[in-house]
């Protein structure tokens, strides 16, 4: 069962700690997915707008050649003009630094007139030889000035050999003499013109860019075909899905997600790897940990059995729901109980049984007495294990005890009213004596007898009471219980009461329980509370007092309590008195007996029921009576 609950928490810590280092790695590879596309959101923006620039460059930059070119061309037209004989100094001095381009001069006719440089057979020929140049030609002198992509298939002198080159031709006209119009046309090698640009252009954009110069073309191999014409030149830049500044930058790029995805999974891997070792830890621990408690809870265990079974007294386990004994021991055993029995069978009482279980719920110990079958009379003291959920409790046979108990009682009584029949004889003796001279003084003074009759009830009243309280004493039945109205017992106790206050003294009666009921015996507890009464009467004398009885409600310990309380004003008891007050026999009044309080004492325990007595010197006496309220049902 150990081993079970150890892998289920271990299985819990692994499962905590995946989850932990899951969602550890998920959110940081989720952060690292948003900053790397929104890095490259950013890279492709930025890619798009050079490429744009560089695009508007490259345009501007051709433009600004073919601009250049044909300042030159005019240049050397008006040259030309002006001076037709110095045809090739001219053409040396301005072209100088473009000796790889085609100088050529065509009449208005279409006659080739001269071509520079002259190693080139063209001169004396028509253009009408040249499709692409008369095509050219025409489109110029309509245009004036114009730029175009041509195939030219030409024959070398020197080399003897005809070649087919691409160039760029760019022209413009003048006129010479007698209004003659004159043409002049440069060809420029594609390598010459598109030097510059193509560098930048393919340093830039590599060769996932193309430029294509005449027709448009064909395919899906680009993505984007942007078209541009400058002065009749048409051409075309080709533009593919993936550009190499943006494959550049992405491998930056990606190398550093890989770096960080290394990081992370290396930060995961040692985490993980530290959760791993932790829980392996952890679980060494908790191992030794069980193995200790397991072997602390066995020894615990046997050090329990060896205590129950060898315990001298009778011990029984019992379920506290099905009230039905689990365990016992061998002394429980020749009391009759056994495994399985039902507690309910064995002890008849289901009610004692039922506030016993109620007790232990609350306080998780509890101890009552029970008679079983008129043969046994028992102790039971119970512990209530909650987390066993079971009820451990322990027997002691009392019968030989009570039984011994009431014979010591007995004997105490019947000594005790021994002991109070000598010294009311006593009493009874002093009394007739005294009464009998009482009797020979109204003899002598037979004018004034009836001054005398009041000293006389005195002293029978005085011998009736001893009397009373001898026989409630040597009484050694209980009294039987009844139910009692409180205030049936407060009314007649009041009626006779008035007979005993003297005009000095007043009385307080206030009852806040009007409807409440005690179980009782109604002639005991108005001998009680006369006895309380005439104390009080008899500590204030004379002087002008007050006497103030009190009952109300109060639970204590969960039990619902009639409270009287008896107060007077009289000069109060000294602390040496108060603590002997109880005993039989001891009292302080000169014609007392000492049975007052000790009486009250005894009537209100066989109530189930206590007292006290506070009292303080000068101030007064306070006696409190607590009986158990009578609950209907």
Not at 496 to 505: A, V
Not at 590 to 615: D, Q, W
Request: charged residues 25%; contains cysteine; positive net charge.
């Amino acid at each position: 069962m150990q081993k079970q609950c150890i892998k289920f928490i271990m299985l819990k810590k692994v499962i905590i700690a995946g989850f932990i280092i899951f969602s550890f790695f998920t959110i940081s590879f989720i952060i690292i997915l948003q900053l790397q596309n929104k890095e490259f959101l950013l890279l492709k923006e930025t890619n798009e707008k050079y490429t744009e620039t560089l695009l508007s460059e490259i345009n501007n930059k051709i433009e600004q050649n073919i601009e250049n070119k044909l300042e030159k061309l005019k240049i050397l037209s008006n040259f030309i003009k002006n001076n037709p004989n110095n045809i090739s100094t001219y053409i040396n001095n301005i072209f100088k630094d473009d000796t790889n381009s085609i100088i050529m001069m065509i009449s208005n006719e279409g006659n080739i007139l001269t071509t520079y440089p002259k190693t080139l057979g063209f001169n004396g020929l028509s253009i009408l030889n040249f499709p692409d140049i008369a095509d050219f030609f025409i489109k110029l002198s309509k245009e004036n000035e114009l730029a175009k992509f041509l195939k030219i298939k030409m024959f070398n002198n020197e080399t003897l050999t005809f070649t087919t080159k691409n160039y760029i031709c760019i022209g413009t006209e003048n006129i010479i003499s007698n209004n003659n119009k004159f043409y002049l046309l440069q060809f420029s090698p594609l390598s010459i013109f598109f030097q510059n640009i193509t560098d930048k252009f393919e340093k830039v954009l590599g060769k996932e860019a193309v430029i294509f110069l005449g027709n448009k073309p064909e395919g899906n191999n680009f993505s984007q075909i942007i078209p541009f014409e400058v002065k009749g030149l048409k051409y075309y830049i080709g533009i593919k899905d993936v550009k190499p500044p943006l494959i550049n930058n992405l491998k930056k790029h990606f190398s550093k997600i890989n770096l960080l995805i290394f990081i992370l999974l290396s930060i995961t891997f040692i985490f993980g790897a530290y959760i791993v070792y932790e829980l392996f830890i952890s679980h060494r621990r908790l191992e030794k940990l069980v193995e200790k408690r397991v072997n602390e809870l066995n020894l615990e265990r046997k050090k329990y059995e060896t205590f129950f079974k060898n315990l001298p007294l009778p011990a029984i386990v019992f379920d506290p729901i099905a009230l039905t004994i689990v365990d016992l021991n061998s002394k429980a055993t020749e009391y009759g109980f056994k495994k399985d029995d039902k507690l309910t069978d064995l002890l008849k009482n289901e009610k004692i049984l039922e506030n016993h279980i109620k007790t232990l719920n609350e306080k998780l110990i509890d101890d009552f007495e029970l008679n079983v079958s008129d043969k046994y009379i028992f102790q039971i003291f119970s512990i209530f294990d909650k987390n066993e959920n079971k009820v451990i409790s322990i027997i002691n046979d009392i019968t030989e005890n009570k039984k011994l108990y009431e014979k010591i009682k007995n004997a105490e009584r019947k000594e005790l009213v021994a002991t109070i029949t000598t010294g009311i004889a006593h009493d009874f003796k002093n009394s007739l004596s005294n009464i009998q001279l009482y009797l020979k003084l109204m003899e002598t003074e037979p004018d004034n007898w009836k001054k005398f009759i009041e000293p006389i009830k005195t002293i029978i009243n005085s011998s009736t009471d001893h009397i009373n309280n001898l026989l409630l004493i040597a009484n050694n039945k209980k009294p039987k219980l009844k139910e009692l109205k409180i205030d049936d017992v407060m009314n007649e106790f009041l009626q006779i009461i008035k007979q005993y206050i003297p005009k000095n003294i007043d009385l307080t009666y206030i009852n806040l329980v009007t409807d409440s009921k005690i179980l009782g015996s109604k002639s005991s507890l108005i001998q009680a509370f006369l006895n309380i009464v005439v104390n009080s009467k008899d500590a204030i004398g004379k002087n002008k007092g007050d006497i103030s009885i009190v009952i109300d409600k109060e639970i204590l310990n969960n039990i619902n309590y009639i409270k009287f309380t008896f107060s007077d004003n009289g000069p109060g008891i000294e602390k040496d008195i108060l603590k002997n007050i109880f005993k039989p026999f001891y009292s302080t009044k000169e014609n007392g007996c000492g049975l007052g309080l000790a009486l009250v004492n005894r009537v209100i325990k066989e109530l189930s029921g206590f007292m006290n007595i506070e009292s303080e010197i000068g101030k007064g006496t306070i006696v409190r009576i607590y009986l158990p309220e009578k609950v209907d049902g």
